[in-house]
């Protein structure tokens, strides 16, 4: 035991130990998060949950902390049971307290714990988490390594999201455990389930032990700070500006001590906010803060929000977006605010371009995520159908022009075209250009003196993670690295073709003259004039085209435009079906109840003969039942039944107390489809096709008719008529 016990502790757990050390100080190098947000105590939890990948291997130095702890276990472990009389198993409790021990190396419960403990700083919480469960008993006749595994158990539940399971473990420890007064982890786990329950006071609580049992420098600063931003949330003002202070004074890396001041200037504005505004003006302009830009912006703008001054803090936010340097977590915030802002104000095109860009950067643990992208791909939906009616209502007054303004309308057409197919072809040239410029770069670092050495000056330094053998994609620590490099340079990107180019693709929208301009909406700067001679180049590439498929030619840009009863036909056909989707839009995904009756209603007033009027009305009359606004409800219930009473919808509310069995039959159809379908199970053919009728008479708009008309035929196959 004593030579097992002293290989293992100074020779593989030592260097296991150092692996671990080096690994666990490169989590909180270059370390990218937000903190305008509350923060996680632990970094490495900000991006958990249930769907963490365990598809790869722990790799670099907590990867060989994982093996030198393994080897350790596997060459080192004693299990074979001392030779104790049965007499000194009676009388001697600490010699059978021994014996009933499961490891009899003393020191081997540290390797198994720096094993679990680099699977979880690894991300891997599920083998972390089987680690620990082994651990609990394997040692459970030691109270120590026993309830420190259970505080690691619990810690790797709620990096899975499981509330529940961490809180019964925490609650179940003994109270007099030596854990409560000497575990480094016990407290910082209890802070982690408390802001998982909302439970603020207690975080304070314990967010204080786990400072005052002195955690490395790098994680204090954090863990001040997370504790000013919970005094802030409790509105203990002047407890927060002081753990902000101690964040400075530990001399964080700039990030975070350029948001603890943020923080402490935010106090500050609430007894004079405008000169901490204009004190923010001054820190947005210096260049020690170009990448921290959009934070600026962000709490500029919400202060401006505080005071209230809705115009201003828009601007702000814009600021915010338009300056991004990493186009990250500040600059997913200022989009947030602004697509809320331009939602209350009902300004959709800009909302969907705000919830756009934020949609393309939310993390998956934002509280917000489901909602963001749900909104965003509602608004994308309903801008398109706007645009559809924009563009039409747009072609159809520029048909109605004198020849004179038609002409001259495509002359800006093909100028603005020209314009924009000379910047596509500047930017191109640049992004070539560039490369070209990288990969000589690359190849006179390699030429340096030592280049082709390893630790040669012209070798790149080694990133944490490296030299487990396996490729760059099945390293995630390599794979981390590379992304952080990529988003301090480019920024978070959506996946998208092109991702480089300022202009993805050419418009050649009629009515949008500005479409084929620049991002802002002006025409590009020419100030690379001499890169590119775009008119050599786009008469040649146009030559053989037909004059109204040519965008040089003005009939390309006539011939779009609504002339002939057939073309209006389809123009007035278009606008029909985009006010309808906007309608649905509105009702069905969005539930903005007022804006859909605005579409519908505007739907009739353009088409009062509408082909699917009946829909329209039935669909108004339910929407102000929904607001409440039954005074207006009646007008359309009336309008049905006179213009079309043999219509299954009118026949559907010739009856006065519709509204009121609809509300008290809640789910009778569902019930009545479960009924068909268990008979159906059970061969019942003529009981389902009888509950078919019953739904489709009493339930003709009802979600499940669908479902049931197939069972309904299916029933038919029971009976042998494929025919029915």
Known sequence: RFYHNLTTRYNVYHNGQLAFNEGYKSLYQDLSESYTE????????????AESSEETEVGGSLGKAIEKGQKAIREHSIRTKPKISREDLLRNPKKKAFYNKMEYNPFLHNAWMMVGEAQFYGGHFMEALATFSYMTRLYSTEDKVRDEARIWQARCYLALGWVGEADEILNNLPEEGVYKSRSKIYPLAETELALKQGDTLSAISYLQQTIDRKPIKAQRARLYYLLGQLYSKEGRWSDASQAFGRVIRLAPPYPLEFAATMRRLEIEAQGNPQRVIRSLERLAHKDKNKELVDQIYLTQGRLYLAIPD???????????????????????LC????????????????????????????????PRYEAV????????????????????????????????????????????????????????????????????????????PGGGRPGGLGTPPPMAGGGNG????????LVAQGKDLFERKWGKRPLADDWRRRNKQISFDASDPTAQMGETGEAPADSLSSVASPTDSLTSSTDSLPADQDPLQREYYLSKLPTTPEQIAASDEIIQTALVGMGKAFNEQMERFEEAVKSYEDLLSRYPEYADRASIYYTLYMLYQRLERADLAEPWRRKLLAELPEDPLAVTLQDPNYIAKLRANIGADERLYDQAFNAYLAGRSREVQRLYRETAESYPLSETLPQFAFVNALSYVLQGDEAA
């Open 310 to 332: 809705t115009t201003h803090a828009v601007t702000a936010f814009t600021h915010g977006v338009e300056q991004s340097t990493q186009r990250s977590f500040d600059y997913m």
């Open 470 to 477: 396996k490729s760059y994609f099945y390293n995630p620590t």
């Open 373 to 448: 992208t749900k909104l965003s791909a509602d608004l994308d939906q309903l801008v398109s159908f706007a645009q559809q009616v924009y563009e039409q209502d747009s072609l159809r007054r520029i048909a109605t022009l004198p020849e004179a303004e038609r002409l001259a309308y495509a002359d800006s057409l093909i100028t603005a075209y020209k314009k924009a197919q000379d910047e596509a072809r500047k930017q191109e040239l640049l992004a070539e250009q560039q490369g070209q410029n990288e990969a000589l770069n690359q190849q006179a670092d390699i030429n340096m």
């Open 335 to 366: 989009q947030l605010h602004l697509g809320d802002i331009y939602l209350a104000q009902n300004n959709y095109l800009k909302a969907q371009e705000a919830y756009a860009g934020a949609a393309g950067v939310i993390e998956k643990s934002h």
């Open 38 to 49: 509350l923060l996680v105590p632990d970094p490495i939890t900000r991006t958990a949950g």
